[in-house]
């Protein structure tokens, strides 16, 4: 259903969804040059290994006016940064998909029957047939292509040839069997 009717607030909820795992990882990336031992995320990473905004903005209070601190109080301030920009979006995902959820019972009540039979029939059932269409072409193609490979394989001596070989086969043993002194 929001398939055909809600595309652009799908559209929009995976798009903030996007830039949050864009956000996620910048903030790994800053975690990865700056956690461990001796690195400046050292002192807001807890016990389990998180960074914390707690941590993060208590940290920033005790060593904003210490200038020895410089440069772990800059990376500080961008990682706080991410952490609200990353809990802005996700209050903006959730807000949007209550909306769009709110969207999908309001059209429950709205739907007629012919819109159902569209639902079900192209939007759920077509599809996947034509799944199942194609992955079942594709296995029948490549069991048919490795048969035909058999085959060639099989056949690839001409029978011809292959007589001449049995003949002069025939010949050879015929020769040790009347050195061996057996008569026929």
Known sequence: MINRYFQTEQAAIEELETKKDEIVRQQE??????????????????????????????????????????????VLKAY???????????????????FLDNYVLTKYGDITEDEIKTLVVDDKWMPT????????????????AQRIQELAERYDTPLPQLTSKVEGLTSKV????????MVW
């Open 29 to 74: 990336e800053l975690q990865e040059e700056h956690g461990g031992e001796e690195g400046l995320l050292e002192e807001v990473t807890n016990d389990s290994g998180k960074i914390t905004k707690a941590n993060v903005n208590d940290r920033i209070k005790a060593i904003k006016n210490d200038a020895t601190f410089a440069d772990e109080l800059k």
């Open 129 to 144: 047939l034509r799944q199942a269409i194609a992955s079942e072409m594709d296995r029948i193609s490549q069991r048919l």
């Open 174 to 181: 015929e020769g040790h069997l009347q050195k061996m002194g």
């Open 80 to 98: 706080l940064k991410l952490i609200e920009q990353e809990a802005e979006i996700s209050k903006q995902i959730k807000v949007l998909t209550q």
